[in-house]
C-alpha cells in the first residue's frame, strides 16, 4: 500500500488487484490533500480512484473534488434533465421515477463519458448516494484502454494510429451542454488512438460500445469488426466495483471505458455524476 502525507492528514493508495484502480483512505472532506497527490494518482498510477465512506457529502463538496481535475464542468442545460436541487453541474441519475429516472435498470454498455461531443470528459466522478447492493445489480466495470492500446503489435498500431471514429448518442437522452442540437441527435468524430495531454501516453479512445457509429473512410461491417475486436481487446481485463452508500469513483475519462450491469428495479439505485470537460484538464500547456 503506498501512502504519501498530506497536510496532518495520511492519504494512502490500496491497489484493486484488477490492474486498474486503487481504493484511496484516509481523505477529509474538510480537509483535501495536494492536488497534486491525487492528480498524479489518477493520471500517472491508477487511473480509477475509489473512495469508499463518504456518506452524506454534500453538494459542494462533491464539486470541490471535481475541481481539483478541472475548473470548467458540464452543465446539464436541458430543462427536463434539470434533477439536481442545488446545481446544474451534477446530474442524479436513478431508477426512482420521481428523481427522473435518467439511469433506468438497463444495461450501459462500454462506454466513454461525453464521446458523442467535441467537448468531452476528461476526468469523470460518479458518487453513490443510494447504490444498489450487490445482489441487486448494477456493477460498474471500468477496463484501461492505454494498457489495451501497448499490447498491440506495432503493425496494428500504425494501421490505426490516424483513424476518426464517429460517436453518437443515439436514442440516450442526456445532453450535457446548451440543447443546441434542435431535436437531433449529437454526434462527433473523435481520434481512435489519443495521446493524454497530461502524461503523453496513447490510449485506444472509446474504440466501440454504446455509442459507436462509424469509422471515418471505412465500410460499416469493416468498422464494427475493427471496433469490437480494439473493445474485447481493452475489456479482457477489468475491475468490477461492487457498490457501498457513500462510494465516490473517479476516473481517467481519456485513458478508461467502463460499463454498468443491469439493475434490478425491485431495488432503487441513486447516483450522482459530474463530468470534467477536457479543455479546462490541469496540468495541459497550452503555451508550447
Given at each position: 500500500?503506498?501512502?504519501l502525507?498530506a497536510?496532518?492528514?495520511m492519504?494512502?493508495?490500496?491497489k484493486?488487484g484488477?490492474?486498474?484502480?486503487a481504493?484511496v483512505?484516509g481523505?477529509?472532506l474538510?480537509?483535501?490533500?495536494?492536488?497534486g497527490?491525487?492528480?498524479?494518482?489518477?493520471y500517472?498510477?491508477?487511473?480509477?480512484?475509489?473512495?469508499r465512506?463518504?456518506?452524506g457529502?454534500?453538494?459542494n463538496q462533491?464539486?470541490?473534488?471535481?475541481r481539483?481535475f478541472g475548473k470548467?464542468?458540464?452543465?446539464?442545460f436541458?430543462e427536463?434533465?434539470r434533477n439536481?436541487?442545488?446545481t446544474?453541474?451534477?446530474?442524479i441519475?436513478?431508477?426512482?421515477e420521481?428523481?427522473?429516472?435518467?439511469?433506468?435498470?438497463a444495461?450501459?454498455?462500454?462506454?466513454?463519458n461525453?464521446a458523442y461531443l467535441?467537448q468531452v470528459a476528461?476526468?469523470a466522478?460518479?458518487?453513490?448516494?443510494?447504490?444498489?447492493?450487490?445482489?441487486?445489480?448494477g456493477?460498474?466495470?471500468f477496463a484501461d484502454?492505454?494498457?489495451a492500446?501497448?499490447?498491440?503489435t506495432?503493425?496494428l498500431?500504425?494501421?490505426?494510429?490516424n483513424?476518426?471514429?464517429?460517436?453518437?448518442?443515439?436514442?440516450?437522452?442526456v445532453?450535457?451542454?446548451?440543447?443546441?442540437f434542435?431535436?437531433?441527435?449529437?454526434?462527433?468524430?473523435?481520434s481512435?488512438?489519443?495521446?493524454?495531454?497530461?502524461t503523453g501516453?496513447?490510449?485506444?479512445?472509446?474504440?466501440?460500445g454504446r455509442?459507436?457509429?462509424?469509422?471515418e473512410?471505412?465500410?460499416y461491417?469493416?468498422?464494427?469488426?475493427?471496433?469490437q475486436?480494439?473493445l474485447?481487446?481493452?475489456?479482457?481485463?477489468a475491475?468490477k466495483?461492487?457498490?457501498?452508500?457513500g462510494d465516490?469513483?473517479?476516473?481517467?475519462?481519456l485513458?478508461?471505458?467502463?460499463?454498468?450491469?443491469i439493475?434490478?428495479?425491485?431495488?432503487?439505485?441513486?447516483v450522482?455524476?459530474i463530468?470534467v470537460?477536457e479543455?479546462e484538464?490541469?496540468?495541459?500547456?497550452?503555451s508550447?
Open positions: 500500500m503506498a501512502s502525507e497536510g496532518i492528514a492519504i494512502t493508495f490500496e484493486t484488477n490492474d486498474i484502480g481504493f483512505h481523505l477529509d474538510n480537509d483535501l490533500p495536494d492536488p497527490l491525487l492528480r498524479k494518482a489518477l500517472e498510477d491508477h487511473l480509477l480512484l475509489v473512495f465512506g463518504l456518506s457529502a454534500t453538494s462533491l464539486l470541490e473534488i471535481a481539483i470548467n464542468l458540464s452543465k446539464y436541458r427536463e434533465d439536481h436541487p442545488k446544474d453541474e451534477i446530474l441519475l436513478s431508477n426512482v420521481e428523481l427522473g429516472a435518467l439511469g433506468a435498470s444495461e450501459l454498455p462500454w462506454h466513454t461525453l467535441p476528461s476526468v466522478l460518479l458518487y453513490g448516494e443510494l447504490p444498489t447492493p450487490p445482489e441487486a445489480g456493477a460498474t466495470l484502454t492505454r494498457k492500446y501497448d499490447s498491440l506495432t503493425e498500431q500504425e494501421q490505426i494510429e483513424l476518426q471514429m464517429v460517436q453518437s448518442q443515439g436514442g440516450y437522452h445532453y450535457p451542454g446548451e440543447d443546441v434542435g431535436g437531433v441527435a449529437p454526434g462527433a468524430q473523435h481512435l488512438v489519443r495521446v493524454h495531454p497530461v501516453r496513447k490510449s485506444l479512445y472509446c474504440p466501440g455509442f459507436f457509429q462509424s469509422i473512410g471505412m465500410k461491417d469493416d468498422a464494427y469488426a475493427l471496433s475486436s480494439l474485447n481487446r481493452c475489456t479482457e481485463s475491475y466495483h461492487l457498490w457501498e452508500p465516490l469513483l473517479v476516473w481517467d475519462n485513458s478508461t471505458i467502463h460499463m454498468r450491469e439493475i434490478d428495479p425491485s431495488f432503487k439505485r441513486v450522482h455524476v463530468d470537460l479543455d484538464m490541469s496540468g495541459i500547456n497550452r508550447s
